[in-house]
């Protein structure tokens, strides 16, 4: 909403010397968001004053009719002369007044205007438009004042509101009547202690009953019909200057005087309105549900299908208006509409607000709509309307109108509230008497209950007020926000971060250090990115939750896997010019369980859930591990002068594996395996031991071809994910290590073995047979040839050999290399290697 602080202080007295920039200050600490002051027309300067037009001479010779005007602007060119000025509009004449821009004046854009030859003339000056000026929309020709409205030589900045400070407000949904200028000076006259100037505080013209016939099929959908008319109205009759500013300074285009009268009574008090060519309808008018099968062309001039949630105003020819969303075009206001219908109207909020989204009409009716609008309004905006049209017009105010439910209407129910809740919820000591003031203040009638409570009834432009904590709220924002004390909680002693918060923060630390930037991805997936991963229909990855309504139809499951966030993510930074790409993630994936009920059930929030709430709300939700994931392409270490690139690829994935591990102080076992979206030939599965039994821990490896090329990833690009609950629970307690000052003994064993026998076999076998000296064994060359035969690969193991209390003698490092070598032999049927 878009708010001149002009218009504002007509029904509010602002204090003097208060800035834009206060007004908006205090606005914002009572809960609206101001987001910016526009200065409007702060880029024009210089004299621009009123001229009229004296002669005018008419050149010829050129493409374009050329005038030569002669203009008398009284003493704003400090002489008294007419100034010359040569201009190509032709909707003005001789005795005109026009607005002048004097050489030394600057227009917006950075145009000057000085004295210069033009078309064989001296121009000195510019007579503008309304676009010149940038005061509307206009491209009729220049802005011609009313006959007797200024004088040659008067100012024109306040005359056309040139200058003009503008607050634009982000209006929540619970504060819809700040979706108007009413409002708006409300809340700034609470803000600033002055006397408020109720623009709706208006008699209704005319008798009720009599008007226009109308009905009202369901007062559920419409509690509230008011309509009120104007006879001999002149539709060629201009909307003044003043209205149209006032309008282009809220954002609104000027159309004609009976559009442009319903919009700015709207923008003023917040009620939509409607306006109708009361020779169009037929009939009495009727307010109801569209039935199946009807239609409406609206004033887009798109024909649509009407659906039986639709609120619809309808005559005897059938539907005429989508009510609160737009009007139907065969009613339209046109150049021969003499008699005009003014609508002002209470439909229901959810009506329209489903309405305008299955129609895709959100319009500045329906925005306010929605958010609901002051019950006992409508009587005063027709009559505001009419009169204006009457006026501006030269019509005559019907003398009866239509006010359906009006003197029955319910108002707002009273709220009983305690009088100490409002210091409960803030924690802060208001007292009773200041309870009451502020509610006052916001416009609720106050009535005292007991000692401790209070009946407190909502002013009727308040609809969002319904229970003792919205009133609670109230009471804190006209208070101050800033008022709250800041009262840090404080950390009981021994507390702090969780084992499993630790061990994330220390897998991202770790991750970061070795060159990984972390991202966050959506939680949702699609089948076709299961389908790029290449993975089978009868996969549990396949068993997701579907939402019942996703942000994106693309994407309406969530995720049983963090790898299609990851490869989106990797494209797009491979797409803006990153070739070297390393990201991790970590975060929840989700696998229904197994006859797991359709839906949650809806705990109540008046109390805490039972036990037994507790366990069907456990059934129903789906598990939710948490896992690590990481993807990498391009260069892992980048080339240099000194050496060549060295590519990201299967090895480096297993490896960030195991960093991942080690921050639980959990050893990966690594074999060889296949599971999409990995190639088969490069990928390991990755096992961790839990209490003695291995358990599968996640893949790593490059991806398979068919999913490089599904997601339009770089060439061998690899990949990980691990469950990191699986990988905790396999982790123990970090201990020192035991310094020996002993020397170490090294010794190397080449063993052969089948193709088909994994390196971390051949391992463990070899770390169970070497005993308790055995400090560490590590993998240093693998070998393949002719001489070891088909089938057959030799790998050798550095050993290293340590004991805590003395110097190993040469017998016992012997034995316990034999040992070691004949364990492998035993469990893996190793050979050692001549």
């Not at 005007?69 to 010359?84: I, K, S």
């Not at 590590?778 to 290293?800: C, H, I, K, M, N």
Request: with cysteine; hydrophobic share 40%; net charge negative.
């Amino acid at each position: 909403m878009r708010v001149p602080v002009s218009w504002l202080k007509e029904y509010t007295d602002l204090p003097e010397g208060t800035t834009a920039q206060d007004l908006a200050a205090r606005l914002i600490a009572l809960g609206l968001e101001v987001e910016t002051v526009d200065a409007v027309g702060a880029d024009i300067s210089g004299p621009i004053a009123v001229g009229r037009v004296l002669e005018i001479e008419e050149l010829t010779g050129f493409k374009k009719p050329i005038r030569y005007c002669r203009v008398d602007v009284g003493r704003a060119n400090g002489t008294g002369e007419p100034q010359h000025i040569v201009c190509g509009a032709r909707n003005f004449g001789e005795g005109d007044l026009v607005v002048t821009a004097l050489p030394g004046a600057e227009l917006p854009g950075g145009f000057a205007i000085s004295a210069r030859k033009t078309y064989g003339k001296v121009s000195e000056g510019m007579i503008c438009s309304a676009s010149e000026l940038e005061l509307w929309e206009d491209h009729t020709g220049i802005i011609v004042l009313p006959a007797g409205s200024a004088e040659p030589g008067d100012d024109a900045y306040g005359l056309l509101g040139l200058r003009e400070d503008v607050l634009d407000i982000a209006v929540t949904p619970d504060r819809g009547y700040a979706l108007s200028v009413r409002g708006v000076a409300r809340e700034a006259a609470t803000a600033y202690g002055t006397a408020f100037r109720d623009p709706a505080e208006v008699e209704p013209a005319g008798t009720r009953g009599g008007g226009y016939p109308a009905s009202v099929a369901d007062p559920a959908v419409c509690s509230r019909y008011v309509l009120h008319g104007v006879t001999g109205f002149d539709p060629e009759a201009p909307t003044p200057l003043w209205m149209k500013r006032r309008l282009a300074l809220t954002g609104v285009r000027s159309v004609s005087l009976a559009v442009d009268v319903t919009n700015y009574v709207m923008m003023e008090l917040g009620q939509p309105l409607h306006a109708w060519d009361r020779a169009a309808l037929q009939g009495p008018i009727e307010v109801r549900l569209a039935r199946s099968g009807e239609k409406l062309e609206t004033l887009d001039h798109v024909t649509r299908a009407l659906d039986p949630d639709d609120i619809l105003i309808t005559d005897e020819s059938g539907p005429i208006n989508l009510a609160g969303v737009m009007g139907g075009l065969s009613t339209e206001i046109g150049l021969s509409s003499t008699d005009v219908l003014v609508e002002a109207a209470q439909f229901a909020e959810t009506h329209i607000a489903r309405a305008s989204r299955r129609h895709q009409l959100s319009s500045e009716s329906s925005r306010r709509f929605e958010r609901g609008v002051d019950s006992a309004v409508q009587p005063a905006a027709a009559t505001r309307a009419v009169r204006l049209l009457a006026e501006l017009g030269g019509g005559t105010v019907d003398p009866h109108y239509t006010d359906i439910a009006g003197g029955a209407a319910a108002g707002p129910r009273p709220i009983a509230i305690a009088g100490d809740h409002p210091d409960r919820v803030a924690g802060v000591d208001y007292g009773r008497e200041r309870v009451i003031a502020a509610l006052e203040q916001v416009g609720c009638t106050v009535e005292q209950g007991d000692a401790q409570t209070l009946r407190v009834t909502p002013p009727t432009w308040r609809p969002d007020l319904t229970d003792p904590n919205d009133l609670a709220e109230e009471v804190v924002r006209i208070e101050g926000y800033d008022t709250i004390p800041s009262i840090p909680p404080r950390a009981p002693a021994g507390r702090g971060l969780t084992p499993s918060q630790r061990l994330r923060r220390s897998i991202g630390r770790r991750l970061a250090a070795t060159g990984f930037a972390e991202v966050l991805s959506y939680p949702f997936m699609g089948e076709r990115d299961l389908d790029g991963l290449q993975i089978e229909g009868d996969d549990p990855r396949r068993d997701a939750l579907r939402l019942a309504n996703p942000l994106s139809e693309d994407e309406p499951l969530l995720r049983t896997t963090l790898l299609p966030g990851l490869l989106k993510t990797l494209v797009r930074n491979v797409g803006r010019g990153f070739s070297d790409v390393a990201l991790y993630e970590i975060g929840l994936v989700y696998r229904p369980r197994p006859g797991a009920p359709d839906h949650a059930p809806m705990l109540p929030v008046d109390r805490g859930p039972s036990p037994q709430e507790q366990e069907t709300l456990a059934r129903a939700l789906p598990d939710q591990p948490r896992r690590v994931g990481a993807v990498l392409a391009g260069d892992r270490e980048p080339a240099t002068w000194q050496r060549r690139g060295s590519p990201a690829n299967w090895a480096d994935a297993i490896e960030t594996a195991r960093e991942a591990a080690r921050s639980a102080n959990a050893e990966l076992i690594v074999r060889s395996a296949q599971h999409a979206p990995w190639h088969p030939g490069r990928c390991a599965a990755l096992y961790v031991r839990v209490d003695g039994e291995e358990r599968l821990a996640g893949h790593a490896g490059e991806l398979h071809p068919r999913t490089v090329a599904a997601y339009g990833l770089p060439q061998r690009t690899a990949a990980v994910e691990i469950d990191l609950d699986v990988v905790e629970a396999a982790g123990e307690p970090v201990r020192a290590p035991l310094v020996s000052g002993y020397p170490v003994a090294l010794q190397d064993v080449a063993l052969v073995v089948e193709d088909g026998v994994s390196a971390a076999e051949v391992e463990d076998a070899l770390r169970a047979g070497a005993g308790e000296l055995l400090e560490d064994v590590r993998l240093f060359d693998v070998y393949t040839g002719e001489q070891l035969g088909a089938g057959r690969r030799s790998l050798a193991y550095a050993l290293r050999f340590r004991a805590p209390d003395r110097t190993l003698a040469a017998e016992e490092i012997a034995a316990a290399r034999d040992s070691a070598v004949a364990a492998a032999a035993e469990r893996t049927g190793a050979v050692l290697r001549g």
